[in-house]
């Protein structure tokens, strides 16, 4: 009996361990960014993942702009804190995407590294 009360123990403390709340966005932080980021290629499904629900065209539930084009974007990365607004912490007055949670720091990361290699198109 001892046995398969240690067993059981063993078994469920196996389980636990393997638990994790890891998404597969979050095993990519710290990972560098390879070559050029742009924004058709890198930013353009983040923004779109992300922001569209509301800074669609035309913007809905408040949003003081959309983000559907390269310049629209572009405008809100270099005029309208853009980086500052989704790299808030969660909870944090003024957090993009509204609402939260706070989109995935590699993500954010892609947008920093488009700003840094000149905002490229293509």
Not at 29 to 42: E, F, L, M, R
């Amino acid at each position: 009996m001892h046995i398969k009360t240690l067993l059981k123990i063993t078994c469920c403390g196996l389980l636990l361990a393997a638990c994790t709340n890891d998404s597969p966005e979050d095993l990519l932080d710290g990972q560098p960014i390879t070559g050029t980021v742009t924004y058709n290629a890198n930013v353009k499904p983040i923004i779109t993942n992300n922001c569209l629900f509301c800074h669609t065209s035309p913007p809905v539930n408040g949003a003081p702009m959309q983000l559907t084009t390269y310049e629209d974007v572009k405008n809100a990365v270099l005029n309208r804190g853009l980086l500052n607004r989704i790299s808030r912490q969660n909870g944090e007055e003024g957090l993009m995407p509204n609402g939260g949670p706070r989109m995935p720091q590699h993500n954010i990361d892609v947008i920093n590294q488009w700003l840094e290699d000149g905002l490229l198109e293509q």
